[in-house]
Every structure is written in structure tokens, then in C-alpha cells.
T-cell receptor
Framework: EDKVVQSPLSLVVHEGDTVTLNCSYE??????LLWYKQEKKAPTFLFML????IEKKSGRLSSILDKKELFSILNITATQTGDSAVYLC??????????????FGKGTKLSVIP | DAGVTQSPTHLIKTRGQQVTLRCSPK?????VSWYQQALGQGPQFIFQ???????QRGNFPDRFSGHQFPNYSSELNVNALLLGDSALYLC??????????????FGQGTRLTVV
């Protein structure tokens, strides 16, 4: 059974701090690893990673994948209160006949206090 | 483009009742996946529909069933509701055969409360 484990489950930091969120996985037929930000309801897409060692960046957010050790990290520098959200890690696996399936971790709840 | 739309946004039902949730995929998408997200948990895959057929299914009992219509919209039905079915139900649409990266769009979800 596919498994995705995120740590920590919750984190409280002050504005300006840098945070690192962790995601480890065990899946068959790995296709990609995705990070989502969930503030209210709909998860919004942040990154998709398919290759090891290639960092993806978007503003203050960056992420990298290690396919040998089966983990990924999401870094947020100079955190702002608007970064407060649940960050979800999901692994996309190929489930046959052209279908892909997402397996999510429980998420990391990040709270940024002024 | 309206993106993925779900209805209703909130719903309160009594134990034992049945409920139907609806999802319209993003324009151009043909595949709909349903997820259940309990409080404090990540979304869990329920099932996926393509060409009006259930393609994949997660570890959910038969009380959970679905349907996809020719216009690619989908319904999720839950029978004999239990208190534990209370959750946010998310619908995601994509195009079959493509990676679910940015093409996997999520709706705003339906918050179901069973009392």
C-alpha cells in the first residue's frame, strides 16, 4: 500500500523565520511528487517534482526531491503570516490504463505569528 | 473558465440518510477523482471516473458509489451515513493519460456534517 509521511505535523514560527517541511514516501510506480497549499478548502498547486536533485523555486518557496532516499523537502524563507496554511505532500503513481492516482500525507500545519 | 465546481458547499445530514454530491470538471478535462478529507488529515482517494466508468477505487466501502455523465460531470453518493463520514469531500479533474501536476485542479469541496 502506498504511503506518504509528512513531518512535522504542525509548526509555529515567527515572521521572517525559515522553515523546512519534510515528506517521505513508499509507493509503487512512482510518477511524481507534488506539494499543495491548503488554506481553506481547495488545495492549490505549488510544485511538481519528477527528477532527483533538481530544485524547483517559486519566490520564497523551493523544493527538492531525492528519489534514492525517497523524500522531498519544501523550504519557505522569510516566512509571512500569509504563509500560514496546511502544506500537503502527495505522490502521484501510475495505476494502469492511463490512470494516475494521488496519495496524500496528513499535511503540515504551519502557523506564522507576527 | 469556471474551473472545477462542486455543489453544495455545505450539507448537514442525519445518520442513516443518503447524500449526493456533485462535481463539474474543468473545461477540457475528462477524468474526475473524488477524495475524502477528515479533519486534520490529508485527502484520501475514494475513486476515479473516466468514460462513465469507475477506473480506480481506494479503500472505501460499497456505501460510497459514484457516477459520471456524458458531459464528464460526476456524482458521489454515500448511503447509510455514519458519523465518521463527516468530512470535506474534494473533487479533482484531470485529463486521462496526463500527469496530474498542474492539470489536476481541485474544487472548493463540499463540507458534509453527519449528526
Amino acid at each position: 500500500e502506498d504511503k506518504v509521511v509528512q513531518s512535522p505535523l504542525s509548526l509555529v514560527v515567527h515572521e521572517g523565520d525559515t522553515v523546512t517541511l519534510n515528506c517521505s514516501y513508499e509507493v509503487t510506480n512512482f510518477r511524481s511528487l507534488l506539494w499543495y497549499k491548503q488554506e481553506k478548502k481547495a488545495p492549490t498547486f505549488l510544485f511538481m517534482l519528477t527528477s532527483s536533485g533538481i530544485e524547483k523555486k517559486s519566490g520564497r518557496l523551493s523544493s527538492i526531491l531525492d528519489k534514492k532516499e525517497l523524500f522531498s523537502i519544501l523550504n519557505i524563507t522569510a516566512t509571512q503570516t500569509g504563509d500560514s496554511a496546511v502544506y500537503l505532500c502527495a505522490v502521484e503513481s501510475y495505476s494502469g490504463a492511463g490512470s494516475y492516482q494521488l496519495t496524500f500525507g496528513k499535511g503540515t500545519k504551519l502557523s506564522v505569528i507576527p | 473558465d469556471a474551473g472545477v465546481t462542486q455543489s453544495p458547499t455545505h450539507l448537514i445530514k442525519t445518520r442513516g440518510q443518503q447524500v449526493t454530491l456533485r462535481c463539474s470538471p474543468k473545461s477540457g478535462h475528462d477524468t474526475v477523482s473524488w477524495y475524502q478529507q477528515a479533519l486534520g488529515q490529508g485527502p484520501q482517494f475514494i475513486f476515479q471516473y473516466y468514460e462513465e466508468e469507475e477506473r480506480q477505487r481506494g479503500n472505501f466501502p460499497d456505501r460510497f458509489s459514484g457516477h459520471q455523465f456524458p458531459n464528464y460531470s460526476s456524482e458521489l453518493n454515500v448511503n447509510a451515513l455514519l458519523l465518521g463520514d463527516s468530512a470535506l469531500y474534494l473533487c479533482a479533474s484531470s485529463l486521462l493519460g496526463t500527469s496530474m501536476n498542474t492539470e489536476a485542479f481541485f474544487g472548493q469541496g463540499t463540507r458534509l456534517t453527519v449528526v
